[in-house]
């Protein structure tokens, strides 16, 4: 009995808490209910406002954080900016200081190079002057030594050439001229020609300059003492002499009277005659190429005239060691032609 009254009683404490629980329930959702309706709009306001400022708050902590950040970054690009602003300037002021080293190198450079230039200009002003004074100096000279050279060619334009007679100082102004025959120094005793015209036939002048040039080689020049003669002239050295045998018969003629022998002897570079056995147009044993009862080196002197003047296509005659005719004399025709009537 004791234990259902019990059973009842614990039943019925169940129950009404269970019921004053439904009305807790109850009367807090009544609760709520109100506070949802009166609550009013600005404290809802308030609370947004709340939340706005604790946003915002956040936010701005956030923010303060981001510009904290942003201020310090920017700090850091404006350091970062004025050390590159300053490394700019630095590396500006090197590279200015090594343009203007560079350009001073470049001036320096630039006036050595604008003086090497001058001083070129000026070494090659010099060498063209005396490049030019050379040349000037060897057309002078040259023109001599051209006309020496040229064996194998006779200037038509510049000499005079008649009946193939030519001058041989306006050929090859080497030569020493001295014709004997045009003053009494022979062995007429007198003047046979009217002037010392030198003339000689033109061939024959080729030959005759080759020879000139290698004697020239050797420190020597030929003296010529006659070369063309006119066939005139050949009867009164025949007329003046007895004895005939030195002379060709005017008749016949002479290699000299086709311009084409030459009686020559050497010089040396002073103008001074080399010795011979005897003297020009000594008809005697003395001027005969046989001849030897006298010092070697005037024998040594005689050969070395006639061993250049055969090589250049000449012969010699027995009896005078001056006298050499053109291997090709007898191809050219005797002339008498007055040595002024060559220079009309």
């Known amino acids: 009995m004791d234990i259902a009254k019990k059973i009842i009683y614990f039943i019925l404490v169940l129950m009404l808490i269970v019921s004053n629980s439904a009305c807790y ?6 609760i709520n209910t109100e506070t949802d309706i009166l ?6 306001i308030e609370s947004s406002d ?6 915002t708050g956040v936010n701005n902590n956030e923010n303060g954080s981001d510009k904290k950040v942003d201020t310090e970054e920017s700090d850091n690009k404006v350091d970062k900016d004025t050390s590159a602003e300053e490394n700019e300037n630095k590396t500006d002021k090197d590279t200015s200081g090594e343009g203007n080293e560079n350009k001073n ?10 003086g090497k230039s001058d001083k070129n200009a000026d070494t090659r002003e010099r060498e063209d002057i005396s490049e030019k004074d050379i040349g000037t100096e060897n057309s002078q000279n040259g023109s001599d030594k051209e006309t020496v050279g040229k064996n194998d060619e006779i200037d038509q334009n510049t000499v005079v050439e008649k009946q193939g007679l030519v001058e041989l100082i306006k050929l090859d102004n080497s030569f020493i001229i001295d014709i004997k025959y045009a003053t009494e120094d022979n062995f007429a005793k007198k003047k046979i020609y009217s002037m010392p015209l030198c003339l000689i036939n033109k061939n024959t002048a080729k030959k005759l300059i080759a020879a000139n040039n290698e004697f020239k080689t050797l420190g020597y020049r030929i003296k010529v003492f006659d070369a063309y003669r006119p066939q005139s002239a ?10 005939k045998s030195y002379l060709a018969n005017p008749k016949k003629g002479s290699k000299h009277n086709r311009g084409a022998a030459v009686d020559v002897t050497l010089v040396d570079e002073e103008g001074n005659e080399l010795r011979m056995p005897s003297g020009y147009d000594e008809f005697s044993e003395r001027a005969h190429l046989k001849f030897n009862k006298c010092e070697e080196e005037l024998i040594k002197n005689r050969e070395l005239l006639g061993e250049i003047m055969i090589k250049h296509g000449f012969k010699r005659i027995s009896t005078e060691w001056w006298h ?8 050219y025709p005797l002339l008498d032609i007055a040595f002024e009537e060559f220079l009309q």
């Open 25 to 30: 329930r109850q009367k807090d959702k009544l």
């Open 39 to 44: 609550v009013p709009v600005n404290a809802e």
């Open 50 to 55: 709340i939340r706005n400022d604790v946003d």
């Open 105 to 114: 190198d470049n001036d320096i450079d630039t006036q050595e190079s604008e």
């Open 234 to 243: 050949q009867q009164v050295l025949w007329d003046s002499t007895e004895d």
């Open 324 to 331: 050499f005719d053109d291997t090709d004399a007898l191809k």
